[in-house]
């Protein structure tokens, strides 16, 4: 052993070197700490719902989010309360100070998401997108709004055949569980939109782009298990972590040899694309400038954030449409009414299909995705006007959401496809109540500056493939079933992913 440290001076160069290392993992923790512990003693002065952090807590607030928030809102007598999500303690505003803070510059949402989905961890790709917003941003803000016109026409060349292979010809009725389905359908959409026909057809690139969502918020929710200062190590070592880390890595592989392909075609062709329909590459070459992008991880980015809330929406509102089929022969008749007027699907013909647009706003009302909305971190002290603080550090949410509030919608709880056609008719009220259009009462697509800037694009889809299912086939629950048990997970509701449908070829009565 002697030999082993034959210079003495080696030993003090040691410790020190332990030392430093172990005081630069302890000092951050510790300063985390304390601020974690001065941020919960400035948000003290809010009642506090469900404070306890143990397993059977968790258990609770993940079946039964919404009488906790219920029970939270009651308890502040309609003030802001703090809520235990199980990931952070949340600050929820009452939907009063929507329109407050809808704009605030110092809620930011990206903080938000860059904390809940450990935006700088490896795996995590989508989410730095989210964060990094330059280009990600432009791309999506300006050009794929700038692109809608030119989206509708591929989708509705391509919908009856992605139907057609999804459910095929069927004479006689067929069961099929429907949130799978409507998945593959609305994953070969947007791929072919964002991607290529190329893309649309690559099974590999059609189970990462679905799949992936679903694994990265199971790897967040792992994560969240540990304590902070374990998460940087045990990320290594996690399955639910291994697995987005190489879901991104076939991700590369596949969108890398795309990027350099557009790359040759656009040097060659004097610095411009050479194809008349761009697509999300294009976009992201544009808006980049020459800047390094990971293109890969804006790709799943996209998919994140459309593939599953379509499904969600589309999910929804043919369940809804199952349940209340006097609704179904009325869109059939607007369809065909509106195509013929119109002779092909384009931005306009979606656009006069009022009914389809306010029975898709009711399902949205009536189904609420989500208990509370409009997720922000404080990046900054914020004084509201009466007075309310909201401290640095602090996040935010807004509810409980009113999309059930009886003063604002009367029979809150029973599904009135014509809503929101009805509103409309009132003066002044055409553009209040479409779809897309974000108000203080409805908050599924966000609201402000942090509004969801896909939705325009995510309606197109949406009403394109809604239409050619109600044209093309029947559609009913399966014998002795009348109603539909969704799922409740936390503060998030979706369509039951496990109820089957059936369904039935039919003559459209007109080729849509």
């Not at 003090?12 to 430093?20: A, C, E, I, S, Y």
């Not at 004097?270 to 293109?295: C, E, I, M, Q, T």
Request: proline share 6%; glycine share 6%.
């Amino acid at each position: 052993m002697a030999g082993l440290f034959k210079d003495v001076d080696l030993l003090p160069k040691l410790f020190l070197g332990l030392g430093v290392g172990a005081l630069s993992l302890i000092v951050p923790y510790l300063l985390s700490i304390l601020s974690q512990w001065n941020l919960s003693r400035r948000l003290s002065k809010f009642p506090f719902v469900n404070k306890q952090w143990d397993a059977a807590a968790k258990a609770k607030f993940h079946v039964n989010a919404a009488d906790i928030i219920k029970e939270g809102s009651k308890l502040a007598k309609g003030e802001a309360f703090l809520l235990n999500d199980m990931s952070n303690e949340t600050l929820v505003l009452p939907p009063k100070y929507t329109d407050e803070i809808k704009n605030e510059k110092n809620l930011d949402f990206h903080n938000f998401v860059a904390k809940e989905f450990f935006s700088t961890y490896p795996g995590f790709d989508a989410f730095s997108l989210s964060v990094d917003q330059s280009i990600f941003q432009d791309a999506v803000r300006t050009q794929l709004t700038q692109a809608l016109t030119l989206t509708v026409e591929p989708m509705a060349k391509e919908a009856p055949n992605t139907l057609n292979l999804v459910y095929g010809d069927a004479p006689d009725w067929k069961t099929t569980v429907l949130t799978p389905s409507l998945l593959k359908c609305v994953g070969r959409l947007t791929a072919l939109i964002f991607l290529g026909e190329g893309f649309m057809n690559n099974p590999e690139w059609q189970h990462i782009s679905v799949m992936y969502t679903v694994d990265a918020f199971m790897a967040a929710r792992a994560l969240n298990s540990w304590p902070a200062f374990a998460r940087p190590f045990v990320h290594w070592f996690l399955p639910e972590c291994k697995k987005i880390r190489q879901e991104v890595k076939v991700a590369h592989a596949l969108i890398a040899p795309e990027v350099e392909k557009r790359r040759a075609e656009i040097a060659a062709n004097g610095g411009k694309p050479r194809r008349k329909v761009l697509d999300s590459v294009d976009w992201f070459h544009a808006s980049a400038k020459g800047r390094p992008f990971n293109y890969a991880g804006a790709e799943l980015s996209l998919a994140m954030a459309s593939i599953h809330t379509t499904t969600n929406t589309l999910g929804f509102a043919l369940f809804d449409l199952i349940e209340n089929p006097e609704y179904i022969d009325m869109l059939r008749k607007e369809i065909k009414d509106v195509y013929e007027e119109e002779g092909k699907w384009e931005k306009s013909t979606l656009f006069k299909l009022k009914l389809m647009d306010s029975v898709l706003k009711e399902s949205m009302r009536l189904q609420v995705h989500t208990f509370i909305n409009m997720p922000r971190q404080a990046i900054a002290d914020i004084k509201l006007k009466d007075g309310t603080t909201i401290p640095k550090g602090a996040f935010t949410s807004v509810g409980p959401v009113p999309m059930h509030n009886p003063d604002i919608y009367p029979e809150p709880l029973k599904f009135n496809g014509r809503r929101f056609l009805d509103l409309r008719e009132a003066p002044g009220a055409e553009n209040k109540h479409q779809f897309v259009t974000t108000t203080t009462d409805m908050t599924v697509f966000g609201h402000g500056s942090h509004a969801c800037p896909g939705r325009f694009f995510a309606s197109n889809e949406i009403k394109l493939l809604l239409a050619h299912m109600l044209m093309y086939y029947d559609w009913k629950l399966p014998d002795g079933q009348d109603k539909v048990q969704h799922t409740i997970n936390g503060s998030k509701r979706s369509p039951n992913s496990r109820q089957a449908v059936q369904f039935k070829s039919r003559q459209p009565e007109v080729p849509v």
